[in-house]
């Protein structure tokens, strides 16, 4: 084949799939009602998973320092002076070989100072009525055994002279953080789930389009239509709907994330974290747009795949 001819038969068959893939959407459009169920159907289907996403995307993005989570605080009485309180701290760092941070009653003031944001009240007491803290963290390399190894040390810690309270953050910070990661399996659990629903949904929309086309696709056939030719306005309108639905379920999540967003930012100020709750993002946006449209193509791509199957095997019996 010459060139020309290619060139020819490309331009052919790229008029033919645009006009395949707009008159699809102007189908759909045409049947408003049923459409409208459809999209509404797989918006809300799409919009479960992503709306943990997020959820769990926004928590993550808390400071759980984990860094610090074997850190043991130590709370000692008030009237421990500053020489107690760093031979203490040299004590820890001797026999157990932990870092040691001493914070002294006027710096634990100014970080409560800035962190609470109650400055002009806090200028009523007349004396500083927090007490000699020690941010002991101990010097465990193998995660697995640092719980062991802060149980024992915030032990000692509790029976040594001038200590008043021995805190220990660390197993409430690891279940949280395993919540989080169950969360985010959870997603990936929900995503299959709903994408396979979402395939199921408009497989059994087009298998009803295809049902109401049959005399239409038989007609095709018996003029020496190609199955690519019969299957291919079918599987734009999967994928019309996969996009429209992907498209319903951002607005909603656009919505959601409106209303929720300044309850969920004064709940989150009240524990001490700034941070601007964040959505899916331009490439989110546009791959959950291109995710629903290839959902769509694939359950039209089932459906159609099915009948065709079915349609050549009810011809091959006819014409024994």
Known sequence: MSAGGLRRRLRAWGRRQLYSFFSSL???????????????????????????????????????????????????????????????AERVDQQHGAGVEAVSPLQGMEEF??????????????????????????LQADDAG??????????????????DLVQVDYKWLKRLAGLLELGGAFVTVLTVMFSLAVVVVVANTIRLDVANRAEEIQVLNMVGAGNSFIRQPFLYSGFWYGLLGALLALLLLSLSMFYLQRPLESLLDAYGNTFEVSGLGGRGMLFVLLAGGLLGFVGAWVSVRRYLRQFRLEKARLQR
């Open 26 to 88: 102007g189908t759909l459009l045409s049947h408003r009602l049923g459409t409208l169920m459809t999209v509404l159907v797989l918006g809300i289907a799409m919009l479960l998973p992503l709306g943990l996403y997020v959820s769990v995307k926004n928590l993550r993005a808390l400071d759980l320092q984990q860094q610090d989570w074997g850190t043991i605080t130590v709370f000692l009485q008030h009237e421990t002076g500053e020489n107690e309180a760093l031979a203490l």
């Open 113 to 138: 100072r800035e962190a609470s944001g109650f400055g002009q009240a806090l200028d009523l007491f007349e004396e500083n009525p927090l007490p000699w803290v020690l941010l002991v963290t101990p």
């Open 146 to 163: 640092l719980e062991e190894t802060v149980g024992e040390l915030a032990e000692w810690l509790e029976v040594q002279d001038g200590v």
